[in-house]
């Protein structure tokens, strides 16, 4: 039964000297019962489509078409009608928790507020039924949680209540907006499968908006792909996702990194802003196979069977995965420059690097001048040693220790991979890296000399040769400086001349593909993408001996993402520097690191080549943070392991960090500190590490 | 208990401010030129009549004992003697103080109830005609000089319509109210003198309507901007996109998240309201500190320089104390 | 709501494009002053003392027989005058201050802010009042009075906006790329912190106006016979009981737009700030 039916749908924005057409014709129908995905990068319209639903659109916009919810449409609804439908017919679960939850008020009150106004309850039953709610979204001790105010719930807790709030307002229809943003892989699963249970328990419609369709499809029964505020595809996920007709679906799910390694394809340029509704195909520009069509008249979504439509002249047929090593596709690629880069292709048998086909230059790393010829031939640029850092309350006591004892190097023409949950100490290391941090015990070397033994010019100096490119592309540029000035600014401190620098800074621009226009602009003018490229122009124009990368794609949308990575792997693939990459999102890393350390609670748990990582993880964490990352490929291939809390629910007082949330933890774990050890190949944390297989193996009979 | 014992520590660490205050003040009153012997013994008197009359005050002390004194004294409560009247400092203070404080205390409540009213109102009607009315009022009532307001609202409602007692004092004398706290309302409230409460409150309409009008712009913008940036915030969207009423949004959702802001604002617009009735006090003849405060300025009288300075700075951190209390009541995201 | 975005970006214009026209009458009349008014500022006319407005006197005359109109035009020369030189003197210094408190910390940044907390112990006109009373009147002293009062206010709005800045990603690239502090501070920091500024300054010259015009009605100011707003009003108030109001109103009158300008344009900033900040 259709619950939801937006047919036709236009919203144009006004704003100051400048329209923006945010939807242009879109529609898409959700059903009782029925899980439905929303997906598309960021600018496509997603968020637009789930204010239209419950007419909440901004200042300024015009809206036309329909959007009919059990008959009646939400856009010709008066004021009284749409107060009555709002939360009973569509509620919508934010996109930020935290931000949505009102901050003075308990969050008891507010899901009891909600239950009052729209079911027929008396204040006592609807705290009881306050209660049921919290303990059936996964609260543990829900009595108590009533009494919080949202600043003491933790991100994931905040999600959860969000929902409790959402489903409050008994709704046929939930709107989740993003609701797995931040959170990490384990609870990220968790929450989607309470949208599952609301529709299959509940009979209620959902509709779950994301820009990942990795994470989201395995819970939907039907996707929309937005581009640039029209529904390109929509059909059943098994098809959209194995078989795209859309040459943007595909794009997209192409430009998405996976666990099992297979290659990343690169669309080049980025989503259209429209000013009005499009009169021509809005991914022409991008697309390999537009033809005269396609820029002279736009297509209307057309039926491919049942209910698969795409708005495509020629939309493709066949498997994503096979066509990835097609013939056509190669050919495509050296003639339109949708380069596919095999990050690693051949399957390395034993952890050795090799079948790197972008990157020739590292067959020669083993190679370079030793400088030192202790451990490895190549020479160490950085060395971290039992490296402590506590971040202390200002008067003793107490304190945050972000990282307990980190100890890692890395050679020129190395790249390192650093993964973890948020709040493992990755950032912590990458300042630490940096000498933006002092470590609180324990010593950083940089080219063979202590970070805390040189001060002043020859600080500054010794620290150029470490560059860091930010998480946050924009925000890591200066917002009254030009481009030229960001780029610029440590040949600058170097006392480079002026005619030097500019060719250097206009040499470091070409190497990123940039066009030399930008120069004169400022951050606020360029996109995430672009910014991105300045900010590893600036990175590289000094010659530093090594580049650290701290969550670098995590801000781009994903057929950006695919570009910067590529233009990392290029840069990585450098054999006179060493690269350290790191990031949360686990198949990125698997990409084009040589070797990877796994971060729980500032320690390391697991170390080793990225193939036997990956392939063959021997720590409990690993392997549970392996099987809980979404994929769209053959994704992790052993054995899974689920952890039994969440993270912020425990804390590391003695011994195995991880032993409150470890399925296999036995009363040894908690007593004494896990050190290193060599397991095959990697060295690992866990004194259980070569049970783990077995233990597996009894658990799943 | 936490509470008090938030104030505790903060009585403490208001310690070394005031014992700044007191250090500074003291230093100051007597480095900088005029010498308050003089204005009491005319240009005419001789040598030995000044260095009687410095002996008298203590002035002849070295500055280290001057100070020593003048603290042991301010342990005991003891603020010293005026040299202009004689009298002592504290009992002086202690008349001047209450119907300054009546006017203030008085005024921040009418303007607080008047900005909370408005500013919802008005931040509800963003962008609207009655919103920029709102606004640009504001704007006229921050940038009205009081003392002028005051004189022209004599001059309108005394001089012309004759609806206010003339500017001179605070109560009809022939009401033979006896003195308590100096707040005369609250002196005839307590004496149940219904005629005199009735002329207090006549000889309080237009200096309280001075003051309102020129503190209430202040808040009226805070509140109307703090109450926007909760309307506008995503927790107040997703509730009103949950269909909860309007009532309800107003109350729960609205009202205390706006108010929580508001405290440290509050205190500093006491603040504003203390320094503005110096010079009301004055246009109305009110005889209140400021007016006893100012006197003592200008005729360098030391001892009364030193304890209304004094008084000001802990009155005025008193009220930031309370204000941060109030908006850890308010605000549950603020730990004390 | 449709409206909402282009209203407030109109209104935002309007206060700005007021604001603007007030402050440049008042300007242009302050320095054609001698054009505009046949009697000097201090020019007394012993044939009319407190004579009514019309003939002879546009305006009037006060108690001294001064022309009351000559001497409201060139009193916003004065007025202006001290109120912006004293603004931009606090917005110097204070921002000086809160910038090296800011940045460096420690230290040097607990003694500066203890320092002021004893300045802020103090309602600003009350502390306005004190340094007046005890210093003298006079035009630089009030500058400096003024200045004073409001300098650690700045400070302290620098100092927070430098300690938010200090650590944001973009001052961070600046020191990874071995800038020296100082290159960092002035290349990077500085610039960043000084938005709230722009905007509260204009706000502040009229609140500076309103304290100079307050001294000077206290005595405290500018001492009679210079023309000076508040002075004037301090010596018609007495009229007022009487029902004489051109002695006072015109000047204060006078005062109440010239802020008023101020704060238009300051709040026409503000609100341009904020929309683009959107």
């Known amino acids: 039964m259709t619950l939801l039916a937006i047919e036709d749908l236009s919203v144009v924005i006004h704003g100051r000297g400048r329209q923006v057409a945010a939807l242009s014709g879109v529609t898409l129908s959700v059903g009782s019962g029925e899980v ?41 609804m008066g004021r009284a009608e749409l107060e009555s439908f709002r939360g009973r017919g569509a509620a919508i679960c934010f996109q930020n928790p935290r931000g949505a939850l009102s901050p003075t008020r308990t969050v008891g009150r507010q899901l009891v507020d909600r239950l009052l106004t729209h079911q027929k309850l008396s204040p006592d039953q609807a705290r009881e039924v ?39 307002c008994a709704p046929g229809l939930l709107i989740a ?8 892989v384990t609870l990220t699963r968790e929450i989607l499968a309470r949208f599952r249970q609301a529709a299959d328990a509940e009979g209620r419609g959902v509709l779950l908006i994301s820009h990942d369709l990795a994470s989201i499809a395995e819970v939907c029964d039907r996707v929309v792909v937005l581009y640039a505020g029209t529904v390109v595809e929509t059909g059943p996920v098994a098809r959209v996702l194995t078989e795209p007709a859309h040459p943007y679906t595909r794009a997209l799910l192409r430009s998405v990194p996976d666990l099992d390694g297979r290659p990343v394809a690169v669309t080049p340029g980025s989503m259209p ?38 708005a495509c002249f020629h939309p493709k047929t066949g498997s994503l995965a096979e066509r990835v090593h097609g013939l056509d596709d190669i050919a495509h690629a050296r003639h339109l420059e949708q380069a596919e880069y095999p990050l690693r292709i051949g399957e390395a048998p034993s952890g050795e690097p090799s079948g790197e086909i972008e990157a020739p230059g590292k067959a020669a790393t083993t190679g370079g001048a030793p400088y030192r010829t202790e451990v490895v031939d190549a020479r160490e640029v950085l060395r971290v040693e039992d490296a402590h850092v506590v971040y202390g309350s200002r008067f003793g006591g107490g304190g945050h220790h972000a990282l307990r004892g980190v100890g890692l190097s890395v050679a020129a023409g190395e790249t390192l991979g650093v993964v973890g949950e948020s709040g493992c100490g990755k950032s912590t290391l990458a300042r630490l890296m940096l000498g933006l941090q002092a470590p609180t015990r324990g010593r950083v070397e940089v080219a063979g000399r202590d970070l805390a033994k040189v001060r002043g010019a020859e600080l500054r100096r010794l620290r150029t040769r470490v560059q860091l490119v930010f998480q946050d592309p924009i925000g890591s540029l200066s917002p009254r400086r030009t481009v030229a000035d960001a780029i610029g600014e440590p040949l600058r401190a170097a006392g480079v001349p002026a005619a030097e620098r500019e060719a250097r800074v206009r040499a470091a621009l070409e190497r990123m593909e940039l066009d030399a226009s930008i120069l004169e602009r400022r951050p606020h003018e360029l996109s995430g993408g672009q910014a991105q490229r300045v900010g590893i122009a600036r990175a590289l124009v000094g010659e530093p001996d ?43 890393v698997r990409g084009f690191c040589d070797r990877v350390v796994v971060l729980y609670l500032g320690r390391i748990v697991e170390e080793g080549p990225v193939e036997s990582v990956f392939g063959d993880p021997r720590h409990p964490y690993t392997r549970a943070l392996l099987s809980s990352a979404p994929s769209l490929g053959r994704g992790f291939a052993g054995a899974g392991v689920t952890l039994t809390r969440d993270l912020e629910e425990t804390d590391a007082a003695r011994g195995c960090a991880l032993a409150p949330r470890c399925p296999f933890s036995v009363p040894a774990c908690a007593e004494r500190e896990q050190e290193l050890r060599d397991h095959g190949g990697s060295r690992v944390a866990c004194h259980r590490a070569a049970d783990i297989p077995g233990l597996i193996e009894l658990i799943e009979r | 208990m936490r509470v008090l014992r938030f104030v505790l520590r903060r009585l403490l ?63 005991t409560g003891d603020f010293g003697t ?123 309409m237009l200096p309280v309507a001075t003051l309102v009008i020129v503190i209430v712009a202040p808040l009226l913008r805070s509140v109307r901007a703090s109450a926007l940036e909760v309307l506008r915030s995503e927790a107040y969207t997703a509730a009103a996109t949950h269909g909860l009423r309007d009532r309800l949004l107003l109350r729960g959702y609205l009202l205390r998240a706006t108010l929580a802001r508001l405290p440290a604002l509050a205190a500093l617009v006491f603040g504003f309201a203390i320094g503005s009735t110096v010079l009301i006090e004055y246009v109305f003849s009110w005889q209140g500190f400021g007016q006893w405060a100012l006197r003592g300025l200008l005729f360098r009288d030391y001892p009364v320089v030193q304890a209304s300075v004094l008084v000001i700075a802990l009155l005025y951190v008193l009220v930031f104390l309370i204000a941060d209390v109030v908006q850890a009541i308010l605000d549950p995201r603020v730990r004390i | 709501m449709a409206r909402t975005a282009r209203t407030k970006e109109r209104f935002a214009s309007s206060l700005i494009v007021v604001g603007s026209a007030i402050l440049i009458t008042v300007v242009l009349a302050a320095l054609f002053a001698p054009l505009l008014s046949s009697w000097g500022p201090e020019e007394i006319d012993p044939a009319a003392s407190l004579a009514a407005p019309g003939g002879a006197h546009l305006l009037g005359t006060d108690l001294n027989g001064m022309d009351v109109w000559s001497r409201v035009l060139y009193a916003a020369r004065l007025d202006l005058g001290v109120a912006v030189a004293s603004v931009a003197l606090a917005v110097v210094a204070g921002s000086l201050i809160g910038l090296v408190a800011g940045y460096r910390g420690g230290l040097l940044d607990d003694a500066l802010m203890r320092v002021l907390d004893i300045f802020q112990a103090f309602p600003t006109f009350i502390l306005a009042l004190a340094v007046a009373a005890l210093l003298g009147g006079g035009v630089a002293n009030l500058i400096a009075v003024v200045a004073l009062v409001n300098a650690p206010a700045y400070a302290r709005l620098v100092r927070a906006e430098v300690r938010a800045i200090r650590d944001l990603p973009f001052v961070e690239a600046a020191r990874t790329s071995g800038s020296s502090t100082w290159s960092v501070l002035w290349r990077h920091v500085l610039p960043n912190s000084l938005t709230p ?82």
């Open chain 2, 82 to 204: 005026s040299i202009q009247s004689g009298g002592a400092v504290a009992s002086e203070m202690a008349v001047r103080l209450g119907p300054t404080l009546e006017l203030v205390v008085i005024a921040l409540i009418i303007a607080l109830v008047i900005a909370t009213v408005l500013g919802i109102w008005s931040a509800r009607r963003a962008g609207g005609a009655g919103d920029h009315t709102v606004r640009v009022g504001a704007l006229v009532g921050n940038s009205v000089p009081e003392f002028w307001l005051g004189l022209v609202l004599i001059l309108v409602v005394y001089s012309v319509l004759g609806w206010a007692p003339a500017p001179s004092g605070r109560v009809d004398p022939d009401t033979n109210l006896s003195l308590i706290t100096g707040a005369d309302l609250l002196d005839a409230a307590l004496t149940a003198n219904g005629p005199a409460f009735l002329s207090a409150l006549h000889h309080l």
């Open chain 1, 130 to 168: 306050a209660a049921e709610l919290f303990e059936s979204v996964g609260i543990r001790s829900p009595k108590r949680r009533l009494a919080a105010y949202p600043h003491e719930l933790s991100g994931g807790m905040a999600q959860r209540v969000m929902i409790s709030l959402a489903t409050g």
């Open chain 3, 197 to 278: 500024v722009r905007v509260i300054a204009p706000l502040n010259c009229g609140w500076a106006m309103l304290t100079l015009a307050g001294l000077s009605f206290l005595g405290l100011g500018i001492p009679t016979p210079e023309a000076e707003w508040g002075a004037m009003i301090s010596l018609g108030a007495g009229d007022v009981v009487a029902g004489r109001w051109w002695t006072s109103v015109p000047p204060g009158l006078c005062l109440l737009i010239c802020v008023l300008g101020f704060s238009l344009l300051g709040e026409g900033l503000q609100e341009r700030a904020d929309s683009k900040r959107r």
């Open chain 1, 546 to 588: 090594l580049i650290v990368f701290d969550e670098p794609t995590s801000a781009l949308d994903v057929t950006v993402q695919a570009q910067i990575l590529k233009v990392i792997a290029e840069v990585t693939s450098d054999p006179s520097r060493g690269a350290v990459f790191i990031s949360h999102d686990l198949a990125t």
């Open chain 1, 36 to 76: 439905v995905g929303l997906v598309g990068e960021s600018g496509g319209g997603k968020s637009m489509v789930a204010r239209s639903i419950v007419g909440l659109l901004p200042g300024g916009s015009q809206a036309s078409g329909h959007v009919f919810f059990d008959g009646s449409d939400v856009l010709a």
């Open chain 1, 177 to 184: 907006d993003e609701p797995t943003t931040g959170l990490d």
């Open chain 2, 13 to 75: 660490q208001l310690v070394p401010v005031l014992l700044g205050v007191v250090i500074l003040t003291f230093l100051l009153v007597r480095v900088l030129p005029g010498d308050p012997i003089k204005t009491i013994l005319g240009p005419n008197a001789s040598e030995a009549d000044a260095a009687a009359a410095r002996a008298r005050f203590g002035l002849d002390q070295p500055l280290w004992q001057q100070f020593l004194d003048y603290l042991g004294g301010l342990v």
């Open chain 1, 273 to 310: 802003l429209l000013r009005e509704a499009p009169g021509s195909c809005p991914f022409a520009q991008r697309c390999t196979d537009s033809s005269e069509r396609c820029t002279a008249e736009r297509p209307m979504a057309r039926l491919i069977t049942g209910e698969w439509s795409t």
